[in-house]
């Protein structure tokens, strides 16, 4: 989660903030067409503000109760700096998983140099395929098959 994302999401808090009271007298007087016609502009700009709100949400579940917590306390100072902390947490944890994967990335490396290393050490011809399983089954298969055929053929022959 970057800072841009953070800061879209402030943005449209501080919107639903400040459009909140357009919202809900539009939504006591639903039917009132002079009040929606006075007051459409803030009313949209809630709900687009609020769907877009609601995506984030979708993305970050675990930020539901911050952020609805906001909006309801009438603030986005706190959530924005408990966002921000969020997201150096989240960067650390990324940094920490990448030197991992990069250690043992290296260590695959070492070990597979060394394996190739004993194995022409022993002889063993890297081109020589190993057999799977499934390519065993299916030899022995079509090996019965044709042994199968010369079978009913010789039969064929001594019944003639």
């Not at 919202?23 to 016609?37: A, C, Q, S, V």
């Not at 949400?57 to 306390?73: D, R, S, T």
């Amino acid at each position: 989660m970057g800072a841009k994302k953070i800061k879209e999401v402030v943005k449209h808090i501080q919107i639903c903030i400040s459009k909140r009271v357009h919202y809900e007298g539009y939504r006591k007087n639903l039917n009132d067409k002079i009040y929606m016609m006075m007051n459409r502009k803030d009313v949209k700009a809630y709900k687009k503000s609020y769907e877009e709100i609601d995506i984030f949400l979708k993305q970050f579940p675990h930020l539901k109760h911050m952020v609805l917590g906001e909006i309801k306390i009438k603030s986005g100072k706190k959530l924005f700096r408990k966002l921000n902390e969020y997201s150096k947490e989240l960067q650390v944890k990324q940094g920490e998983i990448i030197k991992k994967h990069n250690s043992l990335l290296k260590q695959y490396d070492e070990l597979k140099y060394l394996k190739n290393n004993m194995n022409e050490y022993l002889g063993k011809d890297k081109t020589e395929k190993k057999e799977s399983v499934n390519e065993y089954v299916k030899r022995q298969q079509i090996e019965n098959k044709d042994l199968n055929k010369a079978e009913v053929k010789k039969l064929k022959n001594i019944e003639r």
